[in-house]
């Protein structure tokens, strides 16, 4: 049996992750490292060249290896059409503005080339050969710059509803997402939403803070929580609320057999996720649903793949 070669493109709001997936195998090149996406001035033609550079550089490896590429697959946040190809105005990569990636690329190369949601394509890498294994209804939450979330209901990708921007209830509390709406999931709970918090507990001004320390929080809170300081401890607490309400209305609302949290906000952190867990205790009034941290290092680029092969079926 011949596997596809499929070239996948993971675009965080903080960095692009280049990777080659052949059949259920994932391959990184240490020579084609993450580009970072902060501060660099990020428009549609930086986001193509940046792109289109670590392509090159991957099928420049893959050529010389005598193997030929099957598609290239991207995964990129927020607002998108995955049917035209266009990333639409994402609010988390400012300056990307109606990019017509797909047919761009496709120029470029002369291969097939696929665009889906990251949180989407992860649910789906979970779902495939991570923590979701096994189950017919999914939902999959990333913390990081935004909130983003993937549905899967009876084993099909629902790729309609960004749960992270949905409204939810935080008491005496009014905050403004980044769409531009009220007191939705993501004001509170992605990397902006954290570093407010913190703001708040600390005794600092939101507005002072640099990009970069506002993605550093996250680490600062997960050391300082284990290392028993009272401040840590208190975010640690608050935001754990937060997602614990979220959580709760996600449960309501989707009925899924089991929620996979993933990105960077709580990436390997036990305790923020026991910690939210009794906070959803709480305020659930339905049975106990499972609630796991993902397992897959690259889920984002295992997606994709994995929505490139079913589209090439399709072919």
């Not at 960077?264 to 305790?271: D, F, L, P, S, W």
Request: glycine share 10%; hydrophobic share 40%; charged share 25%.
């Amino acid at each position: 049996m011949i596997k596809e070669t499929i070239i996948t493109v993971d675009i965080g709001a903080s960095k692009v992750h280049f990777a080659v997936v052949e059949g259920n195998n994932l391959i990184e090149y240490s020579e084609i490292p993450q580009v970072g996406l902060v501060n660099i001035g990020l428009d549609n033609q930086k986001l193509l060249e940046i792109i289109s550079g670590g392509v090159k550089k991957i099928i420049s490896i893959l050529t010389k290896q005598k193997e030929t590429v099957s598609a290239i697959s991207i995964g990129s946040p927020g607002s998108l059409d995955s049917a035209t190809g266009i990333i639409q105005n994402p609010p988390n990569l400012k300056g990307v503005i109606n990019f017509p990636i797909v047919d761009e690329l496709k120029k470029l190369f002369d291969v097939l080339v696929f665009l889906l949601n990251d949180a989407d394509a992860a649910a789906l890498g979970e779902g495939w050969l991570g923590a979701g294994q096994g189950f017919k209804d999914i939902v999959y939450i990333t913390l990081s710059s935004g909130v983003g979330s993937g549905i899967i209901k009876d084993g099909k990708l629902q790729n309609k509803r960004e749960l992270g921007h949905e409204q939810f209830v935080v008491r005496d509390e009014q905050r403004t997402c980044s769409c531009g709406e009220s007191n939705h999931a993501e004001a509170f709970l992605g990397t902006n939403g954290l570093a407010e918090t913190s703001a708040q507990i600390m005794g600092t001004k939101f507005s002072d803070m640099k990009t970069e320390d506002r993605y550093k929080i996250s680490i600062e809170m997960r050391k300082g929580a284990s290392n028993g300081d009272e401040k840590w401890l208190a975010l640690e607490d608050k935001y754990s609320e937060h997602l614990g309400i979220f959580l709760n209305e996600v449960i309501t609302n989707n009925r899924p057999q089991i929620i996979i949290l993933g990105g960077g906000i709580i990436q390997e952190n036990t305790r923020l996720l026991n910690k939210t867990k009794q906070h959803l205790k709480k305020f659930s009034e339905t049975e106990e649903v499972p609630i796991v941290l993902a397992k897959l290092k690259n889920p984002v680029n295992l997606g994709v793949a994995k929505y490139a092969l079913e589209q090439l079926k399709r072919n």
